[in-house]
C-alpha cells in the first residue's frame, strides 16, 4: 500500500509540514511491509513514490533511523 503526501493531506488545509508527511507515509510503508528485506532504496526513488522532497525524505529516514528501526543505511556507489 503507498501512502503518498497527495494522500494523507488531500486537501490540507493545516499545511502539514513535508517532512511530517514524509515520516508518516515511510514509516506506515515499513509497517506495512511495502518494502522487501534487503531491498535497495534510494533516497530519490522514496521521494517520487511518496510525492515528497529528496531533503524532506531523507531527514525522514535519518529521524527513523533515531527511532531505531534497523534501515541498513549504505553509501550510494
Known amino acids: 500500500m503507498i501512502h ?23 514509516r506506515q510503508g515499513l509497517m506495512d511491509g511495502d518494502f522487501k528485506p534487503g531491498e535497495r532504496l534510494t533516497i530519490a526513488a522514496l521521494a517520487e513514490r511518496y510525492g515528497t522532497s529528496i531533503t524532506s525524505q531523507r531527514e525522514a529516514i535519518f529521524r527513523l533511523a533515531s527511532e531505531r528501526w534497523k534501515l541498513g543505511l549504505r553509501p550510494q556507489s
Open 4 to 26: 503518498s503526501c497527495a494522500e494523507l493531506c488531500r486537501p490540507n488545509p493545516f499545511r502539514v509540514p513535508t517532512l511530517l508527511l514524509a515520516l508518516l507515509s515511510l
